[in-house]
T-cell receptor, first 114, second 112 residues
């Protein structure tokens, strides 16, 4: 079953602009992770934010988490053409059966135009 | 740096063939995963393994099996390939639950 849903599905911006991608989910989580995928390649982990954290930074990336709204956002500042990729959120949570599960959303395709 | 490698980047097989996809990680990770990725469907978990010789079904295990005889290697087996198994296959590993996963470059499998 789908947990994280990214919004928008696709985003096109100019180099130097900021890009914001959102992720909404339905159940309680332990943590939420963001990954990046260049076309035809594997996923690369960007940031992990735990349920008791509200904001996290890594270079030009800023992730926020609002557990009351069950949503997260990924902000890429001063975007570059090399940021062109698909971005996925993944929620890490306990299933009803008591096991841990990481569920990926369908991704936001970001295009940064030079 | 963690490195996860997959045996092939591109693979073309015929319907009914037995297909082996190999994944190797070099960081002594306990957990390993196989996903498939299809347009519009995102990543779906096929099988995972928490330790050597252990395996658990994911969301879409039908038509697949796995083998983990050594800690660093996790193999995905398509016993009799079918055209609906044409997809991108991604292997991942991690040290423990509740942490990030490290992905291989993917194998694009085409079944004719």
């Amino acid at each position: 079953s789908q947990q994280g849903e990214e919004d928008p599905q696709a985003l096109s911006i100019q180099e130097g602009e900021n890009a914001t991608m959102n992720c909404s989910y339905k159940t309680s989580i332990n943590n939420l992770q963001w990954y990046r995928q260049n076309s035809g390649r594997g996923l690369v982990h960007l940031i992990l934010i735990r349920s008791n954290e509200r904001e996290k930074h890594s270079g030009r990336l800023r992730v926020t988490l609002d557990t009351s709204k069950k949503s997260s956002s990924l902000l890429i500042t001063a975007s570059r053409a090399a940021d062109t990729a698909s971005y996925f959120c993944a929620t890490d949570s306990l299933t009803q059966g008591g096991s841990e599960k990481l569920v990926f959303g369908k991704g936001t395709k970001l295009t940064v135009n030079p | 740096d963690v490195k996860v490698t997959q045996s092939s980047r591109y693979l073309v097989k015929r319907t009914g063939e037995k297909v082996f996809l190999e994944c190797v990680q070099d960081m002594d990770h306990e957990n390993m995963f196989w996903y498939r990725q299809d347009p519009g469907l995102g990543l779906r978990l096929i099988y995972f393994s928490y330790d050597v010789k252990m395996k658990e079904k994911g969301d879409i295990p039908e038509g697949y099996s796995v083998s983990r005889e050594k800690k660093e290697r996790f193999s995905l087996i398509l016993e009799s390939a079918s055209t609906n198994q044409t997809s991108m296959y991604l292997c991942a590993s991690r040290r423990l639950p509740w942490v990030e996963q490290f992905f291989g470059p993917g194998t694009r499998l085409t079944v004719l």
